[in-house]
């Protein structure tokens, strides 16, 4: 682990093939732990947008995070009017035999419960997985909502900070080049043939904020910038402003995200707080 991890803190020699968060992004990802607090100070505001059609929605945890970690982006969900669900698999550890399967069959009992399409939300590397299930059942699918999902990663996983790649090597006891199975990487980089939202942020301190740009394939998909850490993804107020928008959009007359009334004040308290890349 250790001289896995010393070849990637030399990533900075060779910008072409290495590309990771700068190290002041990723020291700066302690801002997360403020997501409460600016969750309560705007409650009020995040109180007055729209609610929705009481649709099911599946929220996806990200890379050794489980449901517990994504309890206040679905309470929040639920206040607007939408059946959340837990992925209810534990800890999310990277892609195992079988979890394709489990995932895929949970969307589908998901429609068959509520007789509509599911919304796909998930963080970081659940992203990824609602961007495979987008692809794999998209006739089950709503729309996908990824929140810093390194999706458009190289072979090699490059994009992730070295800290990142380190603890992915202490988890799964694989090299970082065995971390990512080639043959899905071109899957999960196009987009899904649903609506979807790519939300990132420049100063993403655990994956460069490249990697989580869609190529929009199709004119219903879209990349949107806030300002904030990765960690805080799940409890950052503007992401919220941007859910509650996108959940309760007809997607049969799906419009790209503008920030408008509270997203729009959201965003302009928060944006000059944010560094440039």
Known sequence: MLNNLSERLNFSKNRERHLGPSLLSTLLEVRSLTSVLSLTLTSPTLATLPKGDEHPVLVIPGFTAGDIETIFL???????NYRVHTWNLGRN????????QRLVEKVKSLTEVYGKKVTLIGWSLGGIYARHLG???????RQVISLGSPFAFT??????????????HFVTGRKTDELVDRRFTKYWRRTPPVPTTS???YTDGAVHWKSCIDP?????????RVPGSHAGLIANPLVFSILADRLAQDPDEWQPFEHKGSSRLLNMVASPLELMP
Request: no cysteine; glycine share 4%.
């Open 216 to 224: 929009l394939d199709h004119e219903r998909a879209e990349n949107v």
């Open 74 to 80: 679905r309470k929040y969900l639920k206040s607007r």
């Open 155 to 168: 072979d090699t996983m490059n994009e992730a900070s070295p800290i990142i790649l380190s603890l992915l």
């Open 199 to 201: 939300i990132f942020s």
């Open 135 to 141: 692809h794999a059942v998209p006739e089950h699918v």
């Open 93 to 100: 550890v990277g892609p195992n035999a079988g979890l394709e």
